[in-house]
């Protein structure tokens, strides 16, 4: 394990910048914090085989506010996947922070997400029966903080999402806008460089919706990276960059040219 | 790592502290009860030795009869004559006293209170076969013995009933028909092996008793001394050939008396309830599997429960071998736990058994770490399959498991 821990320390400072996002792909993808470079993913093998991304070329800048969209089966949760760490491109190279992660193993993965990544999800995913201070606590306990900076780390992520006063309740005792606040805190206690959110939104009413987006363009206001997947231009229209995917393929780039702030009547 | 699996596995173990609880049964009953009968079983071998011993050891009883508790049937062989304890004193080597015996049964009275207690005429060799030291007064002299003097040596518990506080050497009290001296009182001895208080006794000179209670010469038991340099086979052997000769019991015949060695039923004894310890012990042993395989089984529908949790847990940065881990010591914490539980559940079935039985309490530490070490040893054996079935999940299927 600490092996596999020196292997994915990093030299590059972890400072990011919000720049002006763009998300074409430069030939190299020097400058970009996430580059993908021809990725395919098949499933399965010989006749059945599902190819799910067919040559995926993106880049990501540091501090972009990224909305990922497409019909079901366009690849755009592959791609994601892929992003988090979680799967390996079947072809094709993905670069983050300079590593070359289809070639890093289950575990070193395991550590890039650790590091680097904070993952929010659709059904919240916290752990029941677990304090909000608890769940949020979690990621700190396997980076082997101790236990005085994993409180004062957690109540801050509290703090942030404005659920400092709950840290006692379970995720039975929340609302579900609570549970994703929970989570998001949870996501953001390591202070990651990117977010991915998977429709984050998608199991709320339009208002706590809203407000989970606020809470996201805040955070990446503060540095962090977000990259959501979603299916609500609503919600999309958050996002400073909207991909969307078709058939395993990025079918265009949109910008929306505002300050984090939806435009009215949507992009 | 290990400080933080700990923490992650007792917040686990908290969470479903039900699920838990019934997760340990199985190891807090193996324990309890691999604990409780081997405690229990070396109790019972000490108590059985300790009574045994406390008869005597290099003694043999000779009786009349073929053993034990003989049943009916034919009639009764004939006690022993006064010449019979004679011949085994002259003639068989090894022997150090014989002591012979007469017994009776009768009520001692003494001002209001009386005693229904066993009488046992016997000669001063009786005590030089086996220790029993006075608490207080005196022996019998010769001339008192052969004289046949009503003179009595009373059990403890025959002078608790008889005298209460009072003194008892010295004092006259009537027992039966006669009218008798104390003149000493027996130190206490307590259970004898097969029940019945050994205490509750008042010995006279063997002569008083034949003439006043049995109204024979007639000899009931012998005990015969053996010296320590010979070996009670031996004279054991010597013994019923000398009996059989003088009983003229024909070739091919059975023996019509039997000889008892102490130390060979405290043998035999030793070795039966060692044998029954360990049998009662494997069924324990095998209950204690039981629990293991009861803690895999709750493991493994927990990993599939908690398949979503770990897929949290792997999408959050934990690598594999840090959830084999949790895991795996959330299932040695639990049967470690339950180890604990049944350590001292077995403590309180111990105390209330041997309260029962009569046994002295017991507490073995060999017994008792071995049996939480083969606790935390099946937390090991057992939460391995099922960890290392979490640890090896993939994240995204794991978080789309419902």
Redesign the interface.
Known sequence: ?VA?AAAVVVGAGAAAVASNAAAAASPDGADALIALRGVTKSYGEGGTAFQALKGVDLDILAGDFVAVMGPSGSGKSTTM?IL?C??VPSGGTFLFRGYQVETLN??QR??????Y?G?V?QGF??????TAL?NVE??L????DEKKARRELSMAALEKVGLDRWWDHTPAELSGGQQQRVAIA?AIVTQPDVLLADEPTGNLDSERSVEIMELLTDLNRGGITVLMVTHEPDMAAFARTVIHFKDGLVERIERNHHQGQPVEGGA | ?LG?TF??AL?SIR??LLRSFLTTLGIIIGVAAVVTMVTLGKATTAQVQQNISSLGTNILQVRPGQGFGRGGGGPRPPDFKPEDVEAIANQIAGVSAVAPQAQSTATAIYEGANWSTTINGTTAAYFQVQPWPLAAGRLWTSQEESAGKAVCIIGNTVRQNLFRTGRAVGQRFRVGAVSCDVIGVLSTRGQAGFGGDQDDVVIMPIKTVQRRFTGTRDVRLMLVGVDQAYSTATVQAGITDLLRERRTITAGKDDDFNIFDTKQISDTLSSTTTLLTRIVTAVAGISLVVGGIGIMNIMLVSVTERT??I????????????VLLQFLVEAVVLSMLGGVIGLLLAQVAIGALSALGGLPYLFVPEINAIAFGISAVIGVVFGYFPARRAAALN??DA?RHE
């Open positions: 394990m596999v996947n988090g979680l799967d289950r575990d395991a550590l890039l997400r650790r590091r990544l993952f999800f995913n916290l752990l029941s029966r677990t608890e979690l990621p306990l396997y980076r082997g949870r | 790592m933080t923490v992650l917040r969470r479903h979503r949790e897929g949290i847990r792997l999408a959050i940065g934990a690598v594999a071998s840090e994240p995204i978080l």
